[in-house]
Structure formats: structure tokens, C-alpha cells
């Protein structure tokens, strides 16, 4: 039996069952990918940033900031970047991250649903389908004749569907089950590594020198044209307002032009 016999017993429903095989695949491949980076690196990050902070807190934000690429030193930097920080801020911000974290790694989850859920009733749409054409060209004077026997073995192949769409949907749902343990496992990772921070962070509360301030990117500012600015409005002089009245208290008023000559 060769391709073009199944895709000919599977019939036109063949078609959206293959998509949905290569988007689930797709899925799949991607998924395994990104786990398995994931599970070789991140206890070594863990080890070395929590080795970092209970002697000098600003070694561990660097260490934490350099393993950014990944979502557990995302993780432990979110709170190590705060330029001041307690106890709250520090579990917030903790939890905040963690919350963020682990909704990315939920990407594929809605593919991989939809896919267990459409393909088992494309397979029973093509083996319904093929049995209909099937049972139309029966005659009741070909009963027990050979020409029922075709009518046997289309419904024979009409099966062939369902069974091409159960084969995508358990696959998916193999892969589908693994990816949830898995991250019912980072749940955990995440959420011992962050009380083990946090203790740390309490028993060795980090000084002033050991808060690295926040770099932020000021926009440059042309002094040429500040100048050119100020020279030319007044208002962004920030002139004073005492400037409005007499320079001097002492000099004695204008005499006015309607004099009294008596």
C-alpha cells in the first residue's frame, strides 16, 4: 500500500487532517526545543545566583542579568533590579514575574487543544462520508451478489479516516500531557527558587552600596540650540518676577503731568 492509496481511503478529509498533523508537529518540535534548553540550564543559574547573594547582592543582579535569555533569570532579576526595595516589593515583584513567566510558557497549549479536539471528528466526518457513498449504490437485487462486495470493502476504507484522525489527536495529546507535567515541574522550580531568594534576601539584607541604581536613557539635549532658545523667549529664562517692578525702592515716583499750581 502506497501514499496514494491512503490518501485515497481516507478520502477528501485527508487534506485538513495533514495541516493539522504539521501544525501539531510544528508545535511539538518547538515545545521540545524550548524544555529541553530550559531543564540543562537553569539550575546552574539558580546555583550561582543564590551563591552570589549571600556574600555581595550586586555580583548576583549581574549574574541574574546576564541569564535574562532565560525565563528562570528573568525571574530572579525582577526583584535584584529594583533600585529600592523591602520585603513586599521584593515578593511582589517575585510573584508578578513568575505569573509572566509561566503564561509564556503555556505558547502552543491553545494549538495543541484544538487540534486533540477537531481531529478525531474529521477522521468520524470522512468514515461517515464514506459510508453514505457507500450505502447509496446499494441495490437490493445485488444483495448476496459480488457486486456487494465493493459496497463491503468501501466501507472497509471509509474506517481509514477515523483512524488517521485518532493517530493526530493521541500524538498531540501524548505531547500535549508532557508539556503540562512539565510545567507543573517550573512551578516548582520558580517557586523554590524564589523563597530560597527571598530568605536570603531577610537574613542578608543588602546596603546601600549593594543597590545598583537603574541606568534609564536620557534623550540628548543640543545646548547650542537651548541657548539659541533662551535668547530668544524670556519666559524660558525663568525671569524673575521682581524684575516687573521699579529696580529701585528708593528712586521716587514719576511726577505726574497734572500738577496743582496752588
Same mark, same amino acid.
Given at each position: 500500500?502506497?501514499?496514494?492509496?491512503?490518501?485515497?481511503?481516507?478520502?477528501?478529509? #485527508?487534506?485538513?487532517?495533514?495541516?493539522? /498533523?504539521?501544525?501539531?508537529?510544528?508545535?511539538?518540535?518547538?515545545?521540545?526545543?524550548?524544555?529541553?534548553? $530550559?531543564?540543562?540550564?537553569?539550575?546552574? $543559574?539558580? =546555583?550561582? #545566583?543564590?551563591?552570589?547573594?549571600? =556574600?555581595?547582592?550586586? #555580583?548576583?543582579? %549581574?549574574?541574574?542579568?546576564?541569564?535574562?535569555?532565560?525565563?528562570?533569570?528573568?525571574?530572579?532579576?525582577?526583584?535584584?533590579?529594583?533600585?529600592?526595595? =523591602?520585603?513586599?516589593?521584593?515578593?511582589?515583584?517575585?510573584?508578578?514575574?513568575?505569573?509572566?513567566?509561566?503564561?509564556?510558557?503555556?505558547?502552543?497549549?491553545?494549538?495543541?487543544?484544538?487540534? $486533540?479536539?477537531?481531529?478525531?471528528?474529521?477522521?468520524?466526518?470522512?468514515?461517515?462520508?464514506?459510508?453514505?457513498?457507500?450505502? %447509496?449504490?446499494?441495490?437490493?437485487? +445485488?444483495?448476496?451478489?459480488?457486486?456487494?462486495?465493493?459496497?463491503?470493502?468501501?466501507?472497509?476504507?471509509?474506517?481509514?479516516?477515523?483512524?488517521?484522525?485518532?493517530?493526530?489527536?493521541?500524538?498531540?495529546?501524548?505531547?500535549?500531557?508532557?508539556?503540562?507535567?512539565?510545567?507543573?515541574?517550573?512551578?516548582?522550580?520558580?517557586?523554590?527558587?524564589?523563597?530560597?531568594?527571598?530568605?536570603?534576601?531577610?537574613?542578608?539584607?543588602?546596603? +546601600?552600596?549593594?543597590?545598583?541604581?537603574?541606568?534609564?536613557?536620557?534623550?540628548?539635549?543640543?545646548?547650542?540650540?537651548?541657548?539659541?532658545?533662551? /535668547?530668544? /523667549?524670556?519666559?524660558?529664562?525663568?525671569?524673575?518676577?521682581?524684575?516687573?517692578?521699579?529696580? /529701585?525702592?528708593?528712586?521716587?515716583?514719576?511726577?505726574?503731568? =497734572?500738577?496743582?499750581?496752588?
Amino acid at each position: 500500500m502506497n501514499i496514494e492509496d491512503i490518501v485515497r481511503k481516507i478520502g477528501p478529509v #485527508v487534506w485538513p487532517l495533514l495541516f493539522f /498533523s504539521i501544525l501539531s508537529l510544528s508545535v511539538i518540535f518547538e515545545r521540545i526545543w524550548f524544555w529541553l534548553r $530550559i531543564s540543562t540550564q537553569e539550575r546552574k $543559574i539558580v =546555583d550561582r #545566583v543564590l551563591d552570589a547573594a549571600q =556574600d555581595d547582592w550586586s #555580583v548576583a543582579t %549581574e549574574i541574574a542579568e546576564r541569564a535574562t535569555h532565560q525565563p528562570i533569570g528573568r525571574f530572579l532579576y525582577a526583584p535584584l533590579a529594583l533600585p529600592r526595595r =523591602d520585603p513586599e516589593t521584593f515578593r511582589l515583584a517575585l510573584e508578578s514575574t513568575a505569573e509572566h513567566e509561566l503564561a509564556l510558557m503555556r505558547r502552543g497549549e491553545k494549538v495543541l487543544e484544538l487540534v $486533540i479536539a477537531v481531529a478525531p471528528l474529521l477522521g468520524l466526518f470522512g468514515t461517515v462520508w464514506g459510508l453514505i457513498r457507500s450505502l %447509496e449504490s446499494i441495490k437490493i437485487s +445485488d444483495l448476496g451478489t459480488e457486486a456487494s462486495a465493493g459496497v463491503t470493502t468501501g466501507i472497509g476504507e471509509a474506517l481509514y479516516s477515523t483512524l488517521a484522525g485518532l493517530v493526530v489527536a493521541i500524538v498531540s495529546l501524548i505531547f500535549y500531557r508532557w508539556f503540562q507535567g512539565l510545567l507543573v515541574n517550573q512551578v516548582k522550580v520558580f517557586r523554590k527558587a524564589g523563597n530560597e531568594l527571598e530568605l536570603l534576601y531577610r537574613q542578608f539584607p543588602p546596603t +546601600d552600596s549593594d543597590l545598583r541604581p537603574v541606568s534609564r536613557a536620557l534623550p540628548e539635549v543640543n545646548l547650542k540650540d537651548t541657548t539659541q532658545e533662551n /535668547s530668544k /523667549s524670556p519666559r524660558k529664562r525663568g525671569k524673575n518676577k521682581l524684575s516687573e517692578f521699579p529696580q /529701585s525702592v528708593d528712586s521716587e515716583p514719576p511726577e505726574s503731568e =497734572d500738577k496743582n499750581p496752588n
